[in-house]
């Protein structure tokens, strides 16, 4: 009998760290070759998210990347793994409807404002979009999420860097609110099982920013003043824009994922 196996590409991703231990993963990076003449059940596409804080850059050599990993290769992968597997998750983002404001779902238009992170994920979701020649493809839509294995250079990632190395950090704004989950549920809402059908990863709350970062720092003995010095240059786009979830997730308000970041933080300086 074949056993059937889920693969997850892009290993050194956040999101990678939080599905199942039986999982194969593997690095965008690596021969796919030899990986999709296997049989998979569920092939998830996790890489291209990292450098976004990098997605406003005038330099095209950076620019250029957001359109090579998060178009044109994850259309690729899509291709050489799509007629080996039941189903594929690839990951979009829930940017593309930052310029709204109120609750979204699924069908709601996309409306955003551009950079090229944003820009080079949705020209990939437009292409996977087409269910006749992507009938087995769900497309994920995440809210921002956030535990520790994010990059030092994304601002939770600076946070809990701060906390766990006890050194001061310099943030631009924080005063705004977004919805925001943990990795954690959104690789549990990535498993249910959905093929060819689309979905959006969000909490259906509003965190208010600053007030997270102050409780994660309260709740390790830390005052945010002592901290974190901030410097406000440009107000977030964020601050016009109330946009989140309509589907309210079980157990993701804000008391939740501050007990989960914080146990998570512990967990991880212990192992350190």
Known sequence: ?????????????????????????????????????????????CFGENRTYLAD????????????INHHLTVSVVNMFKNSCRRVV????????NDCNGAVVIDTPFQ?????????????TIELKDK?????????????????????DFLFGKVFGSILNRNQIQLGDTYYYRDIVHPKWAAEESMVDRVGVDF??????????????????SSFGLRYEDMVTERIVTPSIYRNRLFYSET?????????????????????????
């Open 1 to 45: 009998m074949t056993v059937f196996k889920n693969l997850v590409i892009g290993s050194t991703s956040q999101l990678a760290n939080y599905f199942p231990d039986e999982f194969v993963r593997i690095s965008s990076r690596s021969e796919l070759t030899n990986h999709c003449n296997e049989s998979w059940d569920t092939v998830y596409v």
């Open 57 to 68: 850059s005038k330099d095209s050599s950076i620019t250029d990347e957001f359109y090579r």
């Open 90 to 97: 690839v990951y979009s983002t829930a940017e593309l409807w």
């Open 112 to 124: 955003y404002k551009p950079n090229h992170y944003i820009q080079s994920k949705y020209n990939m």
């Open 132 to 152: 006749n020649r992507y009938p087995n493809v769900s497309i994920a839509y995440p809210f921002n999420f956030n535990g520790v294995y994010r990059k030092g």
């Open 200 to 217: 959006i990863i969000g909490s259906g709350r509003l965190v208010y920013v600053n007030d997270l970062i102050r409780s994660l720092y």
């Open 248 to 272: 309210k997730a079980k157990n993701s308000d804000t008391q939740s994922l501050l007990t989960s970041l914080v146990a998570e933080l512990k967990e991880f300086a212990h192992a350190s």
